[in-house]
């Protein structure tokens, strides 16, 4: 493997890796050479681990759940405790709550958002924490890779998933102030909106037969595989950016822009003005013409079922 790409001596901590999209990544990083710690709520984490170490790597499983903030900082300590240290994080972690806005419960919105979103920062604040301290040890940069997990909900603003998308939308920017935050000591944060057939999806995708390279389409190894490129030196200038991942694609998500600046003519605005200068913009405007990114709707989906349902 080019040393570019090989993560020979790394250790990554990946949370929610006890199937689907979480085991796919930790598989990926631990093929390219990385040791791995793998967080799930259940021992389908230590099923992770013996598959790990059956391709000749280590692996450590810390079952819990990675709402509670203590458990984000047992993880780095395990990392540190078995492998020497941490290099790579992977928050994967989630869970489904899906309801119309006018259904949503109080426990629906705080299930969704507490393991997502919060799940996202304890596990973050942990890694952040040591390699701020690491990196004044040493006295330079160190190496750190940041991985979250989005979705296109928060992209799309989801229907029947206003928290999901609403934390979605809040990893994005816990991911741009992680890269900013922590760019100095060498840490390097970035997104991934993943499409991908796991436990969470079975009922939005039908089965899709292989595709070329032998892979379902929909394969959450194909994301794993982009996850061990992110996670790589060959990555070391990808810092604060969000991407579209799914079967043959990969898909930069540009940052927002400035559509028009209305001023008001004499230094404040009147509702006589904003009337005069906005009714006529948006009159006739299109109904997906909004903040919403409807342009990924239109990347190719050439041979994936039901797509236009997906939602991770």
């Known amino acids: 493997m080019s040393p570019n790409v090989s993560l020979e001596g790394r250790t990554a901590v990946v949370t929610g890796a006890g199937a689907g999209l979480g085991r796919s990544e930790a598989l990926a990083l631990a093929a390219c050479g990385a040791n791995v710690v793998v967080n799930d709520m259940g021992p389908a984490a230590d099923e992770v681990v013996a598959e790990i170490e059956a391709l000749g790597r280590k692996a450590v499983a810390v079952t819990g759940d990675v709402s509670e903030w203590a458990l984000g900082d047992r993880l ?3 990392a ?3 492998f020497g240290g941490l290099d790579i994080l992977v928050n994967n972690a989630g869970v489904l709550r899906d309801k119309m806005l006018f259904n949503l419960t109080e426990s629906d919105w705080d299930d969704v958002v507490r393991v997502h979103l919060k799940g996202h920062a304890a596990v973050s604040r942990a890694a952040a924490a040591y390699w701020r301290e690491t990196s004044k040890a040493a006295g330079g940069p160190v190496y750190g ?4 997990t989005s979705s296109e909900a928060f992209l799309f603003g989801s229907a029947g998933q206003p928290n999901y998308s609403a934390a979605k939308a809040g990893i994005v920017a816990l991911t741009l102030s992680t890269a900013q935050g922590l760019s100095r000591y060498g840490v390097r944060a970035n997104a991934i909106c993943p499409r991908a057939r796991t436990g969470m999806t079975a009922h939005v995708f039908a089965d899709g037969g292989n595709a070329p390279g032998g892979l379902d389409v929909l394969a959450p190894e194909r994301v794993g595989t982009f996850v061990g490129y992110l996670a790589s030196p060959a990555a ?9 991942v799914y079967g043959d694609m990969v898909a930069l998500m540009a940052a927002p822009t400035v559509e028009r600046k209305f001023t008001a003519a004499d230094g ?3 509702v006589e003005e904003l009337d005069a200068q906005l009714t006529p913009y948006f009159d006739g405007r299109g109904p997906y013409r909004n903040f919403a990114a409807y342009s990924v709707a239109e990347l190719d989906m050439t041979g994936i079922p039901n797509a236009a349902a997906a939602k991770k």
């Open 268 to 270: 404040v605005f009147s």
């Open 76 to 78: 780095v300590r395990t």
């Open 236 to 244: 070391a200038e990808i810092n604060g950016q969000v991407f579209v």
């Open 80 to 82: 540190v405790d078995a």
């Open 145 to 148: 890779r940041v991985i979250n």
